[in-house]
């Protein structure tokens, strides 16, 4: 039995700070760092339209499911499927989905952290004034050489772990309610101040036309994983963040109403960054599909050009290392509440240990763009391959895993009393559950057998 009884269980002070919390955990560095240069990658229009439809049609109820697993069970994903499943339909064999949960988080937060890392430093590069001259290729070349060194990408991966680990060894509520509450809405602010400038500039209208003009010529099946996959990163499903976090909803908060405002503004922050970085993009003449780089090479070009560009250039990247703060706490917080509710252990023991080991397995990831750069197991560098099947492959199965439990595994009763009392009512309820029996865990297998090659949707 758990120790964390439902009265000592910390509990976010209402639906807002869930929402605030919640967004804070799903806007990251998935948005600004990874959506626009995959979208890069896959030629973009008809990426970013199969990406709003996963959005939509899995992600969405995903993250409401995972939301009432964790409010219904009071627990984190390995007690919440231990308690919730019907002993007929699987019972506690359903925690085993758990342990997969805890492990993605901890694989996930080691390469999470080194791209946190590089915008730390990034951040700091804008204070003394590093990206206000220089030519345009000057600028690009100081991402290769800044995360081609060990010894200073140690570092940053080192500080930004440091961080995390000090907001979750205080406690969820405490530290991050705080930090979401002040830094996210400035970020906005932020980014809706660079939209405005980059209509304003000559870029504006190609790049407008490469994310929103579909060429399906462009998809691949490879392409379309990657649209689920990211789905899933960036609304932080498919390993229990949104279980934990919706594990300390209290239970008057509204379900529907907090999931569409998630969806809602991860989608706003990645379209905004995406149309934002291919402006740049498209004024420079650069490369839309250059890789992992893309961001870092593309927004100091920007700043350097522009009035008050060292003091943007901080602003953004230290906004963005914060947004990165609040997601990468998500990450350990499932990690370290998994060993404090089921082995008893200390919160404080449990981050610092977890924490550090995370960061020892992190320094895999740092060395790929250095020292073990022509280490290519499967053809990518260690590095790539975390992201790839952990983003790709891990995450969608631990989504599906969640949708046939709630689905299929907890008695439909079970969510009708859990749900009955919101006020989007019966139509809203079946619609979810629809989604979740029938549409998402559907358009999963289609997707990973697209890839596999059993189908063949390609043209
Ligand atoms: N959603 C975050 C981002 O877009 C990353 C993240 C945080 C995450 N917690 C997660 C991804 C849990 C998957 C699962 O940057």
Request: proline share 3%; aromatic share 16%; charged share 10%.
């Amino acid at each position: 039995m758990s120790q964390a009884s439902e009265e000592t269980r910390e509990h976010w002070s209402g639906s807002l700070a869930f929402v605030l919390a919640a967004v804070g955990s799903a806007v990251g560095l998935g948005n600004v760092w990874k959506f626009p240069y995959i979208t890069g990658m896959h030629g973009g229009g008809a990426f970013v339209l199969v990406y709003l439809g996963c959005i939509a049609l899995v992600g969405l109820p995903i993250l409401m499911a995972e939301m009432v697993v964790g409010r219904r069970s009071q627990a984190g994903p390995v007690g919440a499927f231990r308690s919730l499943a019907a002993p007929d339909r699987g019972g506690k064999l359903w925690s085993i989905w758990g342990y997969f949960a805890i492990l993605t988080g901890f694989l996930l937060l080691s390469f999470y952290s080194v791209v946190g890392g590089w915008t730390v430093a990034y951040a700091l590069k804008s204070v003394f004034g590093q990206f206000a001259s220089g030519t345009p290729s000057e600028i690009k070349a100081m991402f290769g050489a800044y995360s081609g060194d060990p010894v200073s990408s140690t570092m940053s991966h080192a500080i930004f772990m440091v961080v995390t680990i000090g907001v979750v060894y205080s406690g969820v509520s405490k530290g991050i309610e705080r930090a979401a509450r002040t830094l996210m809405p400035l970020f906005f602010l932020l980014l809706i101040f660079l939209l405005g400038y980059a209509t304003a500039t000559t870029g504006f209208g190609e790049a407008m036309n490469f994310m929103f003009q579909p060429n399906f010529s462009d998809l691949t099946a490879a392409g379309i994983l990657e649209a689920l996959g990211h789905s899933f990163f960036t609304l932080s499903l498919g390993m229990g963040a949104v279980i934990i976090y919706g594990s300390y909803l209290p239970k008057d908060s509204t379900l529907y109403g907090s999931a569409i405002a998630i969806g809602f503004f991860d989608t706003f922050v990645a379209l905004t960054a995406g149309v934002v970085i291919f402006t740049i993009v498209f004024s420079q003449g650069m490369a839309p599909g250059s890789g992992p780089s893309l961001v870092f090479e593309t927004m100091p070009v920007l700043f350097s050009q522009i009035p008050y560009g060292s003091l943007l250039s901080t602003a953004f990247f230290t906004l963005l290392a914060f947004a990165a703060l609040t997601s990468g706490i998500s990450l350990l917080e499932v990690v370290v509440s998994f060993f404090v509710e089921e082995f008893d252990m200390d919160r404080h023991l449990a981050a610092l240990s977890l924490g550090g080991a995370i960061f020892f397995f992190g320094l895999l990831s740092v060395l790929s763009n250095s020292l073990l750069a022509d280490f290519k197991p499967f053809g990518a560098t260690i590095f790539g391959n975390l992201d790839y099947f952990i983003s790709n492959w891990a995450l969608p199965l631990g989504g599906f895993g969640v949708a046939v439990f709630a689905g299929w595994g907890v008695d439909r009763d079970e969510w009708w009393d859990e749900m009955k009392d919101d006020w989007f009512g019966r139509t809203a309820f079946r619609g979810w559950l629809f989604l979740t029996r029938v549409v998402a865990p559907l358009a999963i297998i289609l997707i990973l057998m697209n890839l596999m090659g059993f189908l063949s949707l390609e043209a």
